[in-house]
Nanobody
Framework: QVQLVESGGGLVQPGGSLRLSCAAS????????MGWYRQAPGKQRELVAIMPSGGGSNYSDSVKGRFGISRDNAKNTVYLQMNSLKPEDTAAYYCSAVIRSSRWSTVATTYWGQGTQVTVNS
């Protein structure tokens, strides 16, 4: 079994910052892409940022220049630094990871965290 546990959400004023963390644990042989998605009430889940294991990153246009994704492969952890937060960033944030659980299989599964709420409100 694999678990992704997120932390770092909360209430922040517009213009403020938050840092989200997501740690993967359990039966892990390797992790390829890790990323962050968000879902606001009444809206579909959308990509925020993703980072492959080899580096590089992609961001949605709405967060580019304000958010930064990073990962610590030794800790199986991905981070999302969120700066200059806006009310429209309010959403539940979910981390995801594409994980191989066994060296004997090439099958990789996408796992999701339980979500952490970010509210931007004055």
């Amino acid at each position: 079994q694999v678990q992704l546990v997120e932390s770092g959400g909360g209430l922040v004023q517009p213009g403020g910052s938050l840092r989200l963390s997501c740690a993967a644990s359990g039966s892990i042989f390797s992790i390829s892409t890790m990323g962050w998605y968000r879902q606001a009430p009444g809206k579909q889940r959308e990509l925020v940022a993703i980072m492959p294991s080899g580096g590089g990153s992609n961001y949605s246009d709405s967060v580019k220049g304000r958010f930064g994704i990073s990962r610590d492969n030794a800790k199986n952890t991905v981070y999302l630094q969120m700066n200059s937060l806006k009310p429209e960033d309010t959403a539940a944030y979910y981390c995801s990871a594409v994980i191989r659980s066994s060296r004997w299989s090439t099958v990789a599964t996408t796992y999701w965290g339980q979500g952490t709420q970010v509210t931007v409100n004055s």
